[in-house]
């Protein structure tokens, strides 16, 4: 299996419960790499934005880091699966809240109100 996979893979693992990464061998500086670069990302109403190639190329120049291209292709899949993460929790919330709203078949009454809001 190829390192890209594998980080994946290991970012996905690491998502889905409260364990330390098992980041494979050969992937430790690309790890601290993404997560660098996922602390600068944008955020807006839809939820995280992604890690631009400026970015990446701003990091690169301003840490000297010898950043390849096959390592952006690995820090943008890493990416990606994050933002798959997050939108999938996003969603799940938005279950939550919709549930919560939803009518429970009793009418609002003055005796109802006065209890909910005193």
């Not at 997560?35 to 701003?58: D, K, N, Q």
């Not at 390592?71 to 549930?99: C, F, L, P, T």
């Amino acid at each position: 299996m190829n390192l890209q996979k594998l980080m994946v893979r290991a970012l996905e693992t690491h998502l889905k419960g409260d364990t330390m990464p098992m980041v494979p061998a050969g992937g430790e500086m690309i790890w601290a790499w993404f997560v660098a670069l996922s602390s600068t990302r944008s955020w807006h109403m839809g939820g995280p934005g992604a890690i631009t190639f400026c970015e990446i190329a701003a990091y690169r120049m301003l840490t000297n880091e010898l950043i390849e291209p096959r390592h952006v292709e690995i820090i943008r899949a890493m990416d990606y699966a994050w933002i798959n993460h997050v939108a999938g929790m996003q969603s799940r919330q938005g279950d939550i809240e919709h549930k919560a709203l939803e009518h429970t078949g009793r009418d609002m009454s003055p005796a109802l109100f006065d209890a909910v809001f005193g």
